[in-house]
Nanobody, 115 residues
Framework: QVRLVESGGGLVQAGGSLRLSCAAS????????MGWYRQAPGKQRELVAS???????NYADSMKGRFTISRDSVKNIVYLQMSSLKPEDTAVYYC?????????WGQGTQVTVSS
């Protein structure tokens, strides 16, 4: 089992920045991809960004240039640096880890961007 704990969410004004962290614990060996998803009220959960064990990253188009995902494979932490935040970025942000084709999810952290 892999346990994921997110932190770093909060309230920020439009144009501001936040950094989210997700710490993995438990059976963390052989974790492949880690990533961030978000879900706004009334909307489906969507990919924000992901990073695999080799460091290759993938971003949703609307996040490119504003968000940066990074990973500390020694500490098993994945970060999401968010800049130029917009009110439409308001959502619960979830961390996801994949290990042996099994997906694990964190509980989520709320990000609210005020206009």
């Amino acid at each position: 089992q892999v346990r994921l704990v997110e932190s770093g969410g909060g309230l920020v004004q439009a144009g501001g920045s936040l950094r989210l962290s997700c710490a993995a614990s438990g059976s963390t060996f052989s974790i492949d991809a880690m990533g961030w998803y978000r879900q706004a009220p009334g909307k489906q959960r969507e990919l924000v960004a992901s990073i695999n064990s080799g460091g290759s990253t993938n971003y949703a188009d609307s996040m490119k240039g504003r968000f940066t995902i990074s990973r500390d494979s020694v500490k098993n932490i994945v970060y999401l640096q968010m800049s130029s935040l917009k009110p439409e970025d308001t959502a619960v942000y979830y961390c996801k880890a994949s290990r042996f084709a099994v997906a694990y999810w964190g509980q989520g952290t709320q990000v609210t961007v005020s206009s």
